[in-house]
Nanobody, 123 residues
Framework: QVQLVESGGGSVQAGGSLRLSCAVS????????LGWFRQAPGKERAAVAA????????YFADPVKGRFTISQDNAKNTLYLQMNSLKPEDTDMYYC?????????????????WGQGTQVTVS
């Protein structure tokens, strides 16, 4: 079982930036797809971005393209989501997820392990 711990959420004004971290507890994360998703109460979980750790191929959902980027620190088994030019509509709980043999990286049902989430509030 993969364990994921998100951190870095908080409150920021519109136009500001935050960097979320996802620490992955697995001996080798090189054959996983790590995804970021967000969800507001009463709404469906929506894709933000996904990253194949072995190939470094990354996908972004349309609402965040050009504003969010992903990077990974292999030594720390940590994935980062850099969020710039934040908007009030980016306010959500953000979740990190891990999956193997992920064919559709922006679909939440492709992932078997989830973190507890970190809240992002943009005002």
């Amino acid at each position: 079982q993969v364990q994921l711990v998100e951190s870095g959420g908080g409150s920021v004004q519109a136009g500001g930036s935050l960097r979320l971290s996802c620490a992955v507890s697995v001996s080798s994360a090189n054959d996983y797809c790590l995804g970021w998703f967000r969800q507001a109460p009463g709404k469906e979980r929506a894709a933000v971005a996904a990253h194949y750790t072995g190939t470094a191929i990354t996908y972004f959902a349309d609402p965040v393209k050009g504003r969010f980027t992903i990077s990974q620190d292999n030594a720390k088994n940590t994935l980062y989501l850099q969020m710039n030019s934040l908007k009030p509509e980016d306010t959500d709980m953000y979740y990190c997820a891990a999956g193997r043999w992920v064919a559709y990286p922006l679909r939440p049902d492709q992932y078997g392990s989830w973190g507890q989430g970190t809240q992002v509030t943009v005002s």
